[in-house]
């Protein structure tokens, strides 16, 4: 059995980049890196199906199949994760799901875990349900600058350091499948692309959260209540911004209390993270 610990990832904001080849078509953008990690433990079975638990709770999930048929078309795999994150919300989950499976399978049939995130990387791009989380989820690092598409060994990331007093809160808005956003690729791409240029210009953490801000404002992912919502926080917070379903929110260690219980107190179920410098990691029992 092999253990895995993958961070979850929230862009905020991105280009597509669509090549002939599926390991080359990805993203380019600018995200956040947070915990909690993702917990995932691959082990091979005797049985008819693959198993598949998140929190316990049997389920069906294509992209983890597709991951194991890379692998193992004909032999079947226990996969447990535990998450304090959904699927379909915009954490990276699926990605980190994906990767965990791949290296974890890699890990027991003695392959390589580079080759394991190429493959990872593909069937989220061929299943629409993510572009460029496998690669900074893969090698961590803060706030995380995707500079080339693609998986790790062929895409490019640069890290950014934040400082340590800045903490993250999320708020889950909802479900969204990652495809239906995928379907204003040319909104995304004229936004993303002159926020990116911004960005490169002056990359530091509080200009990261302004434009993505800005990149989520255009293409109306802020809901109205959201909006009112912060408006009366704006003199806690650094900056905030959704990507897909879920609010992200930055501020200073002391008025990490007064905004979450603030947002708290009209409804929101808050979520506390912390920038996450390192990337997957694993450990292996009994092989």
Known sequence: MVKISVPIHVTGFWIIRRDSDVIRTGSVGVGIVLNPRIEISVKMCRGITNQIYINDRLVRLKIIDDVIKEFSPNERVIIKVNSKVDLGVGYGASGALCLGTAVGLA?????????????????????????????????????????????????RVRKIDVPDDIKILTVPLGYEETCKILKYENEINRYGELAFTKFIRDPNFVNFLKLAYEFSKKLNFIPSDVEQIMSRLKDLVLGYYVKKKVLVIACRVENLKRVSNYLNSNGYEVLIHELESSGIRFRRYGL
Not at 113 to 133: P, Q, Y
Request: net charge positive; glycine share 16%.
């Open 107 to 155: 890990l027991i049939k003695g392959m390589s875990i580079l080759k394991a995130s190429h493959i990872a990387h593909k069937v989220e791009v061929e299943n629409m349900t993510g572009l460029g989380d496998v690669v900074a989820e893969y090698y961590g690092g803060k706030l995380v600058v995707r500079e080339k598409p693609g998986p790790p060994g062929i895409g």
